[in-house]
């Protein structure tokens, strides 16, 4: 039971029901050879709703054997997801510029609620996941975040790259990948602009389909033997990078002003 901190709902018809109440479902877990036609109303809510799902073997339901599973277990996010569109244009409404994350394949949960508490504390807008392949928002995540996804917008989408296509050419907003693959350095680069920010996964990095769409890639330089960092901590080198950038031209702003 330890493994599922998070709200679990069983059962086809419950499953059925809270997604039809639009409940902010993380993920469904379906019994290997489960068939019926109850199920295959859910199979197309699922389907319809993109809902993230996962055939398993038996040997998941065990520790639930007390309750009437029928073979479906739907794990619950603890935060609702926003619309990332609704969280750029409500920036805009504040006439901020906006300052997005990107977390693409990021899977530790770890990692994940590290990033979110630097950004929480930067003041970054949204954090973007995808739907699958991507670390969840889980009681585990929010105890490392200490707190910080209760406060942050987590956005979750389909298609990233399709993403980075829309904050460029509907958004007007740049798009920089943090990657060892780059000529440039993070430090030459404007992050005073309405920007976006991808960071990839340790072991796989930025898909290649997202790192030939961005505006820009950048890297952190490396002296040491290690060929790079931790993703949390290079994303949090990222971001503050922005938080440099930008605090200095408010200074400048207020000393013009001053004057």
């Known amino acids: 039971m330890a493994k599922y901190k998070q709200e679990c709902i069983f059962g086809i018809r419950a499953v059925i029901e809270a997604i039809q109440q639009e409940k902010e479902i993380d993920k469904v877990m379906l019994k290997q050879g489960i068939k019926g036609e109850l199920f295959q109303t859910l199979f197309s ?16 339901f065990r520790p639930f054997a007390d309750r009437n599973h029928q073979g479906v277990l739907a794990e619950v996010s603890p935060v609702p997801y926003q619309d ?20 693409d394949r990021i899977t530790d949960v770890r990692n ?18 995808p739907n699958k392949n991507s670390a969840k928002i889980s009681s585990d995540a929010i105890k490392t975040s200490a707190g910080a ?14 993403l980075v296509r829309e904050l460029k050419f509907q958004q007007g907003m740049q798009v920089y990948a943090a990657t060892e693959k780059a000529e440039k350095y ?47 901590a290079a994303a949090a080198v990222m971001i503050y990078e922005v938080v440099r950038q930008r605090r200095e031209r408010w200074e400048r702003g207020r000393l013009t002003n001053f004057l």
Request: aromatic share 6%; net charge negative.
């Open 149 to 162: 996804l209760y406060h942050i917008p987590v956005c979750r989408v389909l298609n990233l790259k399709k």
């Open 84 to 103: 990332i569109q609704e969280v750029i244009e409500g920036v805009k409404a504040r006439d901020k510029v906006p300052f997005i994350l990107i977390l």
């Open 186 to 232: 993070y430090t030459e680069t404007d992050m005073k602009i309405p920007l976006a920010i991808v960071m990839g996964s340790e072991d796989k990095g930025i898909d290649e389909g997202i790192l030939n769409i961005v505006t820009e890639q950048v890297k952190i330089p490396m002296s040491g033997n290690i060929e790079s960092l931790n993703v949390s």
């Open 45 to 60: 809510l699922l389907k319809e709703n993109n809902i993230p799902f996962q055939y398993v073997p038996d040997e998941v």
């Open 112 to 129: 994940f609620g590290a990033i979110a508490r630097t950004a929480e504390c930067a003041g970054v807008d949204a954090i973007v996941i």
